[in-house]
């Protein structure tokens, strides 16, 4: 057999090792992208249930007062501005924690994609060194069986 | 009725999740990196072993050495792999290790044999050549001067070490050769053998054995010792025992050298018994023995052990004293039977073989061939041409068992090589055929079967067949066909016979009244058809039967059997039968009264009339043994036991009538001797008184 077989088989492996490496890193890339796709909803998620805690909160003040009129008591009225300012530090504190669980899940997720484009760095690195073992191991085979 | 106000569902926007990431790129890469190095690997390791191989192949085939036999260092060639080189680099040291060896080894064994004893001379001259060789030697010359060094000193060590083995050898070979002279003078008696001069002489070297055994123990052993005492002791012993032998020889004679012959090999034996211990010595014995030391104190002081061994040597010498006799009488029994022969006389068969062997030198068939057909040298005609001639009278004269030699010589086997190598000559043929019959017929023309097989009287009667025909120009042919392997006897047998199966041809053409006669015939027949033919077949079978069987009708055998092939009458001659007749009577004088009285009628047996021969069966040699029987073929009893006719009578007959004929020829030898007759008238009268007192006395 001529010993060059060897340097031609090594080179084919190494080239298909990092070909699978590029395609190993393509697909962890893509679930990055899906990560950052899911933070970016999270966060949507967090403005929308913000929106509706504000608004939820309105519709209370303006049926409170709705109420207040139809009961002939004055805006400074002390039972209703106790039960409004009670009302108004609940929907804070909701909207707060609302928006802390959101975007701490977002912020995850962000996170998690960070982590798929790693592996996928690794994955075209990993493949790289195997395709380098596969070449030295065909050139090792080559020297030891050509002329020296 | 107031407004009902819209409430709306709470639902959200909320991540979609994420797909898992596939893992087969990755698998697909191992896999396919693990089939290519499997591949790549089998496929290394077999190049590998095809290197390896090739590799130890080619070195197996390295030449090393020149066209003059000098060893070149060569390297491995560089289209060698590093695998190739790893493989045989080292086969390629160990093979220039050993043919440097070789030449320094053979180098180093011719200088030790150009320098023998001289090992100073031969590490000059060793160094000297291993410093042209060692720089030759290339990458091997450091190996070279160690191995150069290392057999060097073991030559030159060898060299001194038989420098001095040598002055020792020489030494001791000096001092054993002196000690074995001496000893050898002892042996041959060559020394004076008086007492006091062996006391001083056996002393002398028994002190010689002690000092080689102190001076060279490494060459004299105590067991070398040992012997050697043990042959002085017997040499010494032996002196007076070859002076009485010698004494013997030379003192006693008789004129009788059968008597001499005796009387010598009693008296040694007489010694010999001594030295075993079984003494019949007598005084007057010793008083003459004494003289040459062989006296009662030799015998009581020889250790036993050599006195066996003196007494072994005086059987040799008188076993040897014996052959010598009985070649000496063999010669003279030959010599006497051919004076027999010469004058006409019989002698029997053993006698002619010994005249033939002794006097003639005949071993073989061949030699009697040539010794009978062509003469020798003191011969003016050859013998078959000289009816005077000894040979030729020895086998006409004589009508009993002829000598094995010339019996072969008319062998069946022998005849058709004689007949081959004269390309198929009939007077050849011819020649043989009278020869045999003028041996096979008596003065009335009987045939004698002469102790001839069936199958030579057989063939010779063929051979007489074909000479008297036509077809003795075409003997050659048809002599082919008894040789030749393929000829079918069987088919051409059933040809030559046509429509008639072989018993009818039996029954039609021979008048045959035996079993025995049938046989023979139906025995024959078959291949004498297939070769001559009906016409001639039925004359060789016809005349065959008249020579194998006395058809006239034997007087002595059973009437049933009286055609027989061991009839008296075809197997002795007158004279003979005269002796058979005597011997018959003799036997049948042994039969006893009651015998007589029962089986024959109170009658005389007589033979031919109510006693005959019953026909013999496994018969060894020419003569059968005869079981004599009554009418109805049933045995006569003597004693208990068959009354037979021995064979051994008629042998004996025979010999006794030899012996006759030699005295009468000793007689007439020793008159000759004598010289002319002179009449002594005293002495004749003397002896006739004496002859008369010796029958007075026997009466």
Same mark, same amino acid.
């Given at each position: 057999m001529d010993p060059s077989f060897f340097l031609f088989m090594g080179a084919v492996n190494a080239m298909g090792q990092m070909s699978a490496g590029r395609a190993q890193a393509d697909l962890y890339n893509r679930q990055a992208q899906q990560y950052e796709f899911d933070a970016d909803m999270q966060r949507l998620r967090g403005l929308q249930e913000g929106n509706a805690l504000a608004e939820k909160f309105s519709a209370y003040q303006r049926t409170a007062n709705v109420q207040r009129a139809k009961l002939n008591r004055s805006t400074n009225d002390r039972s209703f501005g106790a039960m409004m300012k009670k009302a108004r530090t609940s929907q804070d504190e909701e909207q707060a924690r609302s928006l802390l669980q959101n975007l701490a899940s977002a912020q995850q997720s962000r996170g998690r994609a960070d982590i798929s484009r790693m592996e996928g760095r690794v994955a075209q690195q990993t493949a790289f060194l195997n395709g380098i073992n596969s070449l030295s191991s065909g050139f090792y085979q080559y020297s030891t069986l050509s002329p020296s | 009725m107031a407004i009902q106000v819209y409430r709306k569902e709470q639902n959200f926007n909320a991540p979609i999740g994420v797909a898992g990431v596939s893992q087969a790129p990755t698998r697909l890469a191992n896999a396919f990196s693990k089939v290519s190095e499997n591949i790549t690997g089998m496929v290394y390791d077999r190049t590998v072993e095809d290197q390896k191989q090739e590799a130890r192949e080619d070195v197996a085939n390295f030449t090393m050495r020149d066209e003059n036999g000098e060893l070149v260092v060569k390297s491995l060639p560089d289209s060698y792999s590093r695998i190739q080189k790893g493989v045989a680099q080292p086969i390629l040291d160990r093979m220039y290790a050993q043919q440097l060896e070789v030449d320094i080894k053979a180098k180093g064994a011719e200088l030790v044999?150009?320098?023998?004893?001289?090992?100073?001379?031969?590490?000059?001259?060793?160094?000297?050549?291993?410093?042209g060789y060692g720089p030759s030697s290339g990458q091997y010359a450091p190996a070279v001067d160690i191995a150069v060094q290392s057999y060097g000193l073991q030559y030159a060590n060898a060299l001194y070490v038989d420098k001095a083995n040598l002055e020792d050898t020489l030494a001791f070979n000096n001092a054993s050769q002196l000690l074995s002279d001496n000893v050898k003078d002892i042996e041959s008696s060559a020394l004076d053998y008086s007492p006091q001069f062996n006391v001083a002489w056996l002393t002398k070297s028994l002190e010689q054995v002690d000092e080689l055994l102190i001076n060279y123990p490494s060459r004299f052993s105590s067991t070398n010792a040992d012997t050697f005492k043990k042959r002085i002791f017997k040499a010494f012993a032996k002196v007076p025992v070859n002076g009485v032998v010698n004494q013997l020889a030379n003192t006693i004679f008789?004129?009788?050298?059968?008597?001499?012959?005796?009387?010598?090999?009693?008296?040694?034996?007489?010694?010999?018994?001594?030295?075993r211990g079984v003494n019949t010595l007598t005084e007057d014995d010793y008083n003459l023995l004494s003289a040459f030391g062989f006296t009662k104190e030799y015998l009581a002081n020889t250790p036993q052990v050599i006195k066996s061994d003196l007494a072994s040597e005086l059987t040799n010498i008188s076993n040897t004293l014996s052959e010598n006799y009985n070649l000496?009488?063999?010669?003279?029994?030959?010599?006497?039977?051919?004076?027999?022969?010469?004058?006409?006389g019989v002698v029997s068969t053993d006698k002619a073989s010994n005249v033939l062997e002794t006097i003639y030198e005949i071993e073989t068939v061949e030699d009697f061939m040539s010794k009978f057909f062509t003469g020798g040298p003191d011969d003016s005609i050859a013998p078959v041409d000289d009816v005077n001639h000894p040979l030729y009278k020895m086998i006409t004269n004589n009508k009993q068992a002829l000598p094995k030699v010339v019996r072969d010589m008319f062998s069946?086997?022998?005849?058709?090589?004689?007949?081959?190598?004269?390309?198929?000559d009939s007077k050849q043929v011819n020649q043989f055929v009278r020869l045999f019959n003028r041996i096979t017929r008596d003065r009335t023309n009987q045939f004698m079967s002469r102790g001839f097989s069936d199958e030579t009287i057989t063939f010779m009667t063929e051979l007489e067949a074909l000479s008297k025909t036509a077809q003795a120009t075409n003997i050659g042919t048809v002599l082919s066909k008894i040789t030749n392997p393929e000829f079918d006897i069987k088919a051409m047998s059933k040809f030559a016979l046509a429509d008639e199966t072989?018993?009818?041809?039996?029954?039609?053409?021979?008048?045959? &009244?035996?079993?025995?006669?049938?046989?023979? =015939?139906?025995?024959? @027949? $078959?291949?004498? %058809?297939?070769v001559y033919g009906k016409d001639l077949a039925t004359d060789i079978i016809e005349q065959t039967l008249n020579r194998r069987f006395y058809r006239k009708g034997? &007087?002595?055998?059973?009437?049933?059997?009286? =055609?027989?092939?061991? @009839? $008296?009458?075809? %197997?002795?001659s007158g004279d003979d039968l005269e002796f058979f007749d005597f011997t018959i009577e003799t036997a049948l004088s042994r039969i006893g009264t009651d015998t007589k009285q029962t089986r024959f009628?109170?009658?005389?047996?007589?033979?031919?009339?109510?006693?005959? %021969?019953?026909e013999p069966r496994n018969v060894y040699g020419p003569y059968p043994d005869y079981i004599v029987v009554d009418e109805d073929n049933v045995p006569i009893l003597t004693n208990g036991e068959m009354l037979t006719i021995p064979r051994a009578g008629m042998i004996k007959y025979h010999q006794d009538l030899g012996k006759l004929r030699e005295k009468?020829?000793?007689?007439?030898?020793?008159?000759?001797?004598?010289?002319p007759y002179q009449p002594d008238t005293a002495s004749r009268l003397s002896k006739q008184i004496e002859d008369i007192k010796k029958a007075n006395e026997n009466r």
């Open positions: - | 044999r150009a320098h023998p004893n001289d090992p100073e001379g031969f590490l000059e001259a060793f160094n000297g050549w291993a410093e008789s004129s009788n050298p059968e008597q001499q012959s005796k009387m010598l090999e009693a008296s040694i034996n007489k010694i010999s018994l001594a030295l000496e009488l063999k010669q003279t029994n030959a010599a006497m039977s051919l004076d027999i022969i010469n004058s006409n069946k086997s022998n005849q058709l090589e004689i007949i081959a190598n004269s390309n198929f072989l018993p009818q041809y039996i029954g039609d053409n021979f008048n045959i &009244k035996t079993p025995q006669e049938f046989n023979f =015939v139906n025995k024959v @027949a $078959p291949q004498l %058809l297939a034997s &007087k002595y055998m059973v009437p049933e059997f009286a =055609v027989s092939q061991f @009839a $008296p009458e075809s %197997l002795y009628n109170r009658q005389e047996p007589v033979m031919g009339k109510n006693v005959f %021969l019953m009468e020829m000793m007689d007439f030898r020793t008159k000759a001797d004598q010289g």
